[in-house]
Each structure stands twice: as C-alpha cells, then as structure tokens.
C-alpha cells in the first residue's frame, strides 16, 4: 500500500514538473515578445488553487495530466467577445505578432523540454565520470559521435539459479571472477568449467556500488545468469559538449531499436513487443515503480528521457500539438492571409478530443497488457 502511494505522488510529481517545463516556456516567450497571458493552469478540470497576479490567473486545477497557458489570441475569439472585449487589434494580441514571434511561442515549450533534458543529462555524466550507464544494443552500424565506446558484460539473475541464492544483485555489471577481470562471455565461462563454486565482483550499472558474491556451480556448470554484452559511451575528451552529445547519440540508438522492432514486427507478423512502446500514463506509472529504487541518477535520466518524449510528441503536425499549431501559422505565412479563428478553433478543439480517445485507448491498451508490460519494465 505505501509503495503505491509513494508510486502516485511520484508520478504526480514527473507529470507535474514536465508539465511546468513545457508551460512555462510558453509563458515566457509569449511575456518576451509582448502578449498578454490571462491563465497558466498545471492540469485540467475543476480548480483546487487559484491566484491572480497582474494580468494572469496561475491555476492548480485536479486532474495532474497536463497543463496549459491561455494567450490573448490563441484559442476561440468568442470567448473575449462574450467578455465585451475588442482586442482583435490590440499590441498583446498573438495574432498582431510576427509569423516568426508566433512559431516562437509555440515551438517554446519543446525547446524548454530539450533544454531541460540537456542539463540533466550534464548532472548525470558529471555524476557519473562523464559516462553513460551500460547501452545493451549493438553499436556496430551506429554512428556514435564524440564518444569513446566501451564494452561490458552485463548480466541478469535467472530465477532458478544458484546466483539468486547468493543475494546477487538481480542486474548489473560483471567485473571480474575469482579476482580475474572478465570483458566477454567466453573468459567467464572458462573460468567457471571445472569449478565448484566462484566468487563474482558485480557493480551496479552506474557502477558506483559494487560486491563480491560467492556462487556454487550446478552439475551443469550453470550458475544461474544471462549473460548480455553492454555498451559504455565515454564523454570525458568533450566534457563540454556532451549534454548535446548525449542526447544525439541517444535518439540515435533509440532510433535504430524501434527500426529493428518495426522490421522484426514486419517479419514474424507479432506487433505486441512494438505496441507496447507507444505507452501512456499508465506505462510511466510502471516506468516509475520499476525504477524508483535504482538511484537518483536513474530517476532523473528517467525525467530527462521523458522531457525529450514529450517535446518529440509536441511536435507532430497535429492541430492541437505545438507542431501541428506551427504548421498552421506557416501555411498563413505561405498564403499571406490569417485562416478564420473560429475555424481553427475547431479544428484544434476537434484535434484534442480525438487526442484525448486515443489517450484513452493506449491506457485500455496498457492495462489489458499490463502483465507484458510490468515485464518489459523489469
């Protein structure tokens, strides 16, 4: 019962600060280029705090998943109108802006979430001697930039071996065996034919805490472990670029896995493992109880992954998302002429609700698979 509270407040958490990241980059450069915010609101639904400064009203509001900042000009104009308000002329209308002012304050947000991320991913390298924790992909065919890569034997507990027995932690990183350093699966293996028992020095994957534990060796020379090869990328000579670097190489590597799962899917006709990539708040509720426990290193390149997800969500061209809201100011740009306002507003209104039905179909989705997915998520 305690771990599932602490599992809610620390999603609420997640959401809440990636939500006041995202917001809060709108605001400023709505502020920066001179047009009035009526309402910065974190979640959506009925208000549970609510205070007026200046011109702005920053809200609380009861359902933690997601916010947003209402702009004189971005949104339904009817909603002014009823107030006996003429500001379809006015200086602190967004409309009255540049084209480039405009993309400006939409594309603000993603750019606060990358920037975000960037400076987490800096704490975590620094944190970490300027590495990574291990990468269990073939780097082979990636063009890893600025990074020296390194190679590691990781390994997982199988839960009817011996190693479990030993209290061995259930993953991590093989260091060495009876005191002889070990970087493949064949020096291991060598050294564990013949034996009875072996002692292994396991560190964790960011390899701050580390151990030696004695291991008996079944008849089958087995001792319990699946062994997998992970890959350290090494930022030490670009220390001061490697924030940038960092994420680069990361959506690389994101990029060829899904490529892989897409042509795997394709080929056997199973899209199951591929589907449960494309997860919602349910999957992140997961992603937080399975890596709560695993350090503060952890947990925060678990916010900063999240932040650049949620930017790369942000700017898919659709009416409602910041890229999509992009894509209608450049088309006004191209056409020289401003669509009609209520129009859009129902097209972006229209967007959302069908945003929202497939929110709702992924958490559907989520919890039919919930077992495969607690499993994907250690």
């Known amino acids: 019962m305690l771990s599932t509270v602490v599992n809610i407040i620390l999603f609420i958490f997640v959401i809440g600060f990636l939500t006041l990241i995202h917001e809060l980059g709108h605001f400023l ?19 549970l705090f609510a205070k007026k400064y200046r011109e702005t009203l920053y809200c609380i509001r ?26 379809s002329k006015s200086k602190y209308n967004l409309n009255n802006k540049s084209k480039v002012a405009q993309i400006f304050v939409m594309l603000a947000g993603v750019f606060m979430n990358i920037l975000f991320a960037i400076f987490f991913y800096y704490i975590i390298l620094a944190f970490n001697g300027w590495k990574t924790s291990p990468v269990y992909v073939d ?22 071996g011996n190693a479990i027995k030993s209290g061995i932690p259930e993953y991590g990183v093989i260091k060495d065996i009876n005191g002889v350093v070990v970087t493949d699966k064949d020096a291991l ?22 151990g030696e534990y004695p291991i008996t060796v079944d008849e089958e020379g087995k001792i319990g ?44 006709g199973d899209y199951s493992d591929l589907s449960n990539t494309v997860s919602g708040p349910v999957g992140i ?10 350090g503060f290193l952890v947990f925060l390149s678990l916010i900063a992954d999240l932040s650049i997800s949620l930017a790369i969500m942000n700017l898919l061209p659709v009416p409602a998302l910041d890229g999509g809201r992009v894509l ?35 958490m559907i989705k989520d919890v039919i698979n919930i077992d495969s997915m607690k499993e994907m998520f250690g």
């Open 285 to 294: 509720f997961l992603l937080i109880d399975s890596l709560k426990t695993r």
């Open 29 to 47: 450069a709505a502020k920066a280029i001179g047009a009035r915010v009526y309402e910065f609101s974190l979640g959506f639904g009925p208000k």
């Open 139 to 160: 780097l082979a065919e990636i063009n890893i930039i600025a990074a020296d890569v390194e190679q590691r034997l990781g390994y997982s507990v199988l839960e009817d």
């Open 189 to 210: 293996t060598a050294e564990i034919e013949g034996a009875e028992e072996i002692t292994l020095l396991v560190c964790d994957e960011m390899e701050a805490e580390c």
């Open 62 to 87: 009861i359902v933690p998943l997601g916010g947003f900042v209402k702009i004189l000009g971005d949104g339904d104009p009817s909603e002014y109108e009823k107030k006996g308000e003429d500001l």
């Open 225 to 268: 472990i699946f062994l997998s090869y992970g890959y350290i990328l090494n930022y030490s000579d670009h220390k001061l670029f490697s924030g940038p670097l960092y994420l680069t190489n990361n959506l690389k590597i994101i990029g060829r896995v899904l490529s892989s799962m897409v042509g795997t899917a394709k080929e056997t």
């Open 328 to 362: 209608i100011v450049a088309l006004e740009g191209v056409f020289r002429r401003d669509f009609d306002e209520k129009l859009k507003a129902i097209v972006i209104n229209g967007s959302m609700i069908i945003l929202m039905v497939l929110v709702v179909l992924i």
